[in-house]
């Protein structure tokens, strides 16, 4: 039996871009804050739902929506961070740990009040439109999830190596104290920080409420794969989870020529403990060692 | 403490009072018999919670994977009961590969510090449930793994497993309550010790700074090893318990992530890192689940029920606790009793005052 | 030694928690407690949610008649209604069921939904001998434990596959479908998909000139990708495609199938695919899939017709297949109490284990039981049509039109 190889590999490429869109958020807020955001998900979640309502409620374009999204996730996370996650930064790991994970469990309540606990699809007329080529068809919102991807990580470079507030941000993630020093608003930084990883959650969500279909339990999965992500790229580079996305997509695509299908989430996870453990860098790191040598 | 003063003290008498209590129970009729289950489960899950509370607590290695070592204590009580040997003897058994299992996967990840270990445990977690859930499909077409199955069945996969009930299963549930009760105490008895050993010392150095620990002589990795196998034995005891109450296990409810997390959630409610604590957060998360759950406010016209909002009550209580008492309720108590023990002294200074 | 105190402390806690209103506790003979936990939040809460909604809307009838007849107290007594959150999670299913018998003192427990959960908490309906039906549990393994007061309105799952095999089989002899046949089969990894395989390998090894297995995977559920799984499908070069997945793999699913253009003479996701949501997930690419379910808002009997109407006026949205089997749970048991004419749980149990109601909404319209508590009924098979309606095609006593095989291609 022969698979189209091509083909997988496309889908692959494809599905990279859906988990890097999904996990910048992540990796972002671990890299400058060291706060694993448990949160991730029912922000993604809330993305997706509120993605629902401008689609299907107020008719809005499907690619548009994200644009009226993001902004508002962003002043969201900002008040978050401001107001709630500035007070757990410098207690242990567990307490932002759990913060977030109550933030989780009461944002998806507010979801089953508001929305019941109902599967919801957006079917727009992009739904099942595909590009072609070569004999590969291409699903155009998995499309534009990958472009999304690419742009987002290259918005992200540059955002951090040539603005002040991304450098600003660099520097806080590297040593807070002296970044006080030489006069910078660390909680300013936060702020920002924070803000854009949630930013970037609604983003996943909004455009992921296009292609799969959700529920207020939403996201888990997607946190999970997140984290193997995020681990496999290094824990705090952005570039490191274009990478790692890129890796574990095509990873879990060729595991299917060898073992079952089921099993690929396994093969995800285990590479979550073994790079870990092996590899703390990621794949950040392994690309720096190549660069250093 | 000399036997005298013991004697005297308030605290005795009310605790006997307590024990004499929960020995009660069954015979109380409270509830209809209701408080015995809930009484089960809360054993249960100080079982689990003092458990956790070991690593996570005294040693400061917060495991989200701690549902593997439930799981494997499940599976192999189940499979072992189905293949004939008696449910009670597989006990030690499901602890001991639930141990072992610790060892396997700790000794590389404990190497991981903070947050790593925690995000590690996470991937262990998960794994594990993904390998026992395909297990039976993995092993089927190999010849020298195969004969583990029985009739095709090992682990059963999705379908999970099922015991076959006792026949006088009142007698028998009655059994499992103070079967569980009397694990109970050994669990806090075990916690207890480990608390005033050295070894305990030593934890709590780890927890407090791994390196000076390791300076002052403190063998790190022996001690944190030994920590995750005590505590998964124990864990895995309990969902050997938890097998033979319930009568049904699937991967879903024994390897998933809800039951880590609420085994990370409970100690840290009731108190991370003290003896109490997690009694206290296991008795939360059981019985004010089982109210929220089940309570409908009526307040005039409007019907209420309270479990549509269960959710947010219980992420608030996080958010509340991690903000405000991150010591857990227990710390709350104490903050209490010293703020009610300076009105006292405050009132007296003010009475010699005037 | 403080810590003692606080275990005392704890205990009183608990004591003190539990003389709130909680579940509350009436008279006998004034209301007939009917109980059940169901998933409304958590994995399965789309399904819990149903059958909320169809209980809530057999009991309101019921009661809105004045209750049920009991001959025994000579009079029509009122139902209340309990209904809890299991958090589609075992250990809260049971341990709900269990408040359910003893501390709300139920007369008879309602089912829940999903085989975990019911597998879990029907050993304390037993464990109590309180009656218990339910319509949400397919999976046969559930009843074939012994247990003697459990009782199912759902035909197994196993007989869900073959129903769709023997109607392939059909389609063969009267020459719309080739023969042999290459199947490509894919199930969750749950119970429900594994039986569904199962069902289906069964007769695929019964009748090897009929049928080839050319692919048989479990697929983990929340799928991110389902390309892998369907170039598998593609490169297997099958010609009939079964599924077993629910709305959110489905809808994951046949999204890619269609845009990887694939084509097969027969399509079925099981018992998925016709309802609403379904079809709106995928639009028009969702015509022609063949579907198997317990029950279908146009099979044409008063008793489908009277529900689905109902259903829809006080909801809003077309009824399913999950409320009818939940309402016709309440159904059955208010039957058999009525049968047994009194609340006590033996005869209500007896009442059930020999229970024949006719006129009813399930396929056949009748309503008994096998020995092992689980009821044998016909499937109701499907086919979605262009323009969002969907036919029945079998069986021939409620097909309102003839199966399009093999599917159109486009």
Known sequence: MTIDLPALLVSATLLAGLYATMSYGLALIYGVMKIVNLAHAGVMMWGAYVAFVFIVNLGANPFLAPLFIVPIFFVFGMLLQRYIVRRVMFAPPISSLLLLFGMWLIMQNISYLLFSGDTRAITTKYTLMTFQAGGISISINRLVVFFVGILALVVLRQFLGRTYMGKAIRATSQDGDASKLVGINTDRVMEIAFGMGIALASLAGSLMALIFAFDPDFGRSHLLKGFCIVVLGGLESVVGVALGSLVLAIAEALSVLWIMPAMQDFVSFALLVIVLVAMPGGMAGLVGKFKRN | ?354 | MKSLGIFFLTFLFLFGLLTLPGGEVMAQTKEIIMGAALPITGGQSREGGYFKKAYELAVKEINDGGGILVKGYGKKIPIKLIIYDDKSDNTTSVQLYEKLVTEDKVHVLLGGYGTPLITAHTVVAEKYRVPYVNGGGATGAIYQRGMKYIFCILSSVEKLAHTLMDWMALEQDAGKLKKPVRIALMGENTSHGKEFRQGVLDRIKAAPARFQVVMDEPFEMNLKDADPLLQKVKAAKAEVYLADARLADYTTMHRRYTEMRLYHLVVSYGPRGGEKAARDALGTASDYIISCNWWHKDIPTAAAKTFADKYAKTYNEPAEWFPATAYETVRVMVKAIEDAGSLDKAKIRDALAKMDMKNSLVVGGRVWFKPNGQIDNDYVMMQNLPGGKVALIYPKEVATAKAIVPIPQK
């Open chain 2, 1 to 354: 403490m000399p036997a005298k003063e013991v004697l005297r003290s308030w605290k005795t008498w009310v605790s006997l009072a307590g024990l004499i209590f929960l020995l009660w129970i069954p015979f109380s009729g409270i509830g209809g018999g209701y408080l015995q289950t809930l009484g089960f489960l809360t054993f249960l899950y100080v079982i689990l919670s003092t458990a956790w509370n070991i690593l996570g607590g005294y040693t400061g290695q917060i495991s989200f994977g701690h549902a593997s070592f439930y799981g494997l204590g499940a599976y192999t009580t189940s499979i072992l009961a189905l293949r004939g040997v008696s449910a009670l003897m597989t006990m030690p058994i499901a602890g001991a590969v639930a141990s072992l299992y610790g060892l396997v996967w700790g000794y590389p990840c404990l190497r991981l510090r903070g947050q790593y270990f925690a995000i590690a445990t996470i991937g262990v977690g998960e794994a594990t449930r993904l390998l026992m859930l395909n297990m039976d499909d993995l092993i089927k077409n190999n010849d020298l793994l195969k004969g583990f199955l029985q009739e095709g069945v090992l682990t059963g996969g999705a379908t999970g497993l099922m015991l076959p009930t006792p026949p006088d299963i009142h007698a028998y549930a009655l059994g499992f309550y103070y079967g569980a009760m009397g694990l109970m105490f050994a669990a806090l008895f075990i916690s207890w010790w480990v608390k005033r050993s050295k070894f305990g010392l030593g934890l709590f150095a780890i927890n407090m700074d791994i390196d000076a620990a390791e300076t002052m002589g403190v063998n790190t990795v022996y001690y944190k090893n030994l920590a995750l196998m005590l505590s998964a034995f124990m864990v895995g005891i309990g969902g050997s318990i938890y097998a033979q109450y319930i009568f049904y296990i699937d991967p879903q409810t024994v390897f998933g992530f809800p039951m880590s997390i609420a085994m990370v959630l409970m100690p840290t409610i009731g108190g991370i890192g003290t003896l109490a604590g997690p009694i206290l957060g296991a008795v939360v998360y059981i019985v004010v689940q089982d109210r929220i759950l089940t309570a409908n406010l009526e307040l005039g016209a409007l019907k209420l029920s309270l479990s549509t909002l269960h959710l947010l009550i219980y992420g608030g209580l996080l958010v509340l606790i991690v903000l405000f008492e991150p010591k857990g309720l227990l710390g709350l108590q104490k903050r209490l009793a010293k703020w009610w023990e300076k009105r006292g002294i405050e009132g007296a200074r003010a009475k010699r005052v005037s």
